[in-house]
């Protein structure tokens, strides 16, 4: 039984950057992959970048060389660094922690993960 708490979001201009966090509770999620993914009103859930337990990351191509995940496993806690935003950028961004343990590589599907925070709100205004 894991509990997520993502925090940091909020309303930035474009080109700005914010920093979300993911802090989880209840066991370690050290041998787990861990993902961020994020929902816009009247979109499916998207794959925005996840890292494995040996730090192995993966990115979706809209956010490739401007977001980076890292993960803190001291301090059971993943990090998204968001810089360069955009408005498209604007979501519901949802941690999550991955199914499988002592993954090659980390899942890019919903269904690949367990256990979800509530989300935090990012807005990118133009």
């Known amino acids: 039984q894991v509990q997520l708490v993502e925090s940091g979001g909020g309303l930035v201009q474009a080109g700005g950057s914010l920093r979300l966090s993911c802090a989880a509770s209840?066991?370690?999620?050290?041998?787990?992959?861990m993902g961020w993914f994020r929902q816009a009103p009247g979109k499916e859930r998207e794959f925005v970048a996840g890292?494995?337990?040996?730090?192995?990351?993966d990115y979706a191509d809209s956010v490739q060389g401007r977001f980076t995940i890292s993960r803190d496993n001291a301090k059971n806690t993943v990090y998204l660094q968001m810089n360069s935003l955009k408005p498209g950028d604007t979501a519901v961004y949802y941690c999550a922690v991955e199914r499988a343990v002592w993954g090659r590589v980390v899942g890019r599907t919903t269904a690949d993960y367990v256990y979800w925070g509530q989300g935090t709100q990012v807005t990118v205004s133009s």
């Open positions: 890292i494995s337990w040996s730090g192995r990351t």
């Open positions: 209840g066991s370690t999620t050290s041998i787990h992959g």
